[in-house]
């Protein structure tokens, strides 16, 4: 049963580039979360989409981050431009509704490197 | 404004030893409260989930309680292994709120 998925593991780019983070949901999970994970702030909720819609973007750091979820089975996560200060591993999850008591699953993560 | 604060930040101990892991909180009104296992290069995995009326939860050597009226709980960890070497994260959930509020989690390590 295969979980999250995030694509890619690992980017390395130059800052001022553009940067998309790719994410796959569980199949019939209806509710999405992007969080950015620092070790000065541990894990931070940038936007929640349910049923394809985005619901809360209150976390979006600026208009630098943009995201969306064309299906019920993949969402992308855009930085443009890409600064040193977005450095840090970027988590999708998925879970089965959006209320309180369902858990989230999270992928492995895509960990970002800004040169 | 709803907060989740987790002690000790960072926890060493020898295999075979027990600790307990401690998470308070503000969140208001409660919902529920997880533990979650974050394993280097992973992302976080549930452990738990503990409801209002729930004071005490097993899952294998974790065990988690739950004290609603302090607004406290714990995750206690018996006979540790090499493997419970992760950060241990308290997510508390709001009553009628999707998002849930995240403590910045205790980072244990278990050595031989």
Redesign the interface.
């Known amino acids: 049963d295969a979980g999250?998925i995030q694509s890619p593991r690992h980017e390395v780019t130059e800052m001022g580039q553009e940067v998309t983070l790719r994410c796959k949901p569980i199949s019939g999970h209806n509710?999405l979360f992007w969080y950015r994970q620092t070790m000065m702030?541990?894990?931070?909720?940038l936007i929640?989409f349910?049923n394809n819609v985005p619901?809360?973007d209150s976390g979006m750091p600026e208009d630098r981050f943009s995201a969306k979820m064309p299906n019920a089975s993949f969402s992308t996560l855009k930085i443009q431009p890409s600064e040193p200060r977005d450095s840090a591993v970027y988590?999708c999850?998925s879970s089965l509704e959006?209320?309180?008591?369902q858990?989230?699953h999270?992928?492995?993560?895509t960990r970002l490197s800004i040169l | 404004k709803n907060q989740v604060e987790q002690s000790p930040q960072s926890l060493i101990i020898l295999e075979g030893k027990n600790c307990t892991l401690q998470c308070n909180y503000t969140v208001s009104p409660f919902s529920n409260l997880r533990w979650y296992k974050q394993d280097t290069g992973r992302g976080p995995v549930s452990l738990t989930i503990m409801t209002f009326s729930e004071n005490t939860k097993s899952n294998g050597r974790y065990t988690a309680t739950l004290d609603a009226d302090t607004k406290q709980s714990s995750l206690h960890i018996t006979a540790s292994q090499l493997s419970d070497s992760a950060s241990y994260i308290c997510v508390v959930s709001s009553g009628g709120s999707y998002i849930p509020t995240f403590g910045r989690g205790t980072s244990l390590i278990v050595h031989p």
């Not at chain 1, 959006?98 to 008591?101: L, Q, R, S």
């Open positions: 999250v509710s702030r541990g894990l931070e909720l929640y349910n619901i809360d988590f999850a959006g209320g309180p008591n858990p989230q999270f992928g492995d993560g």
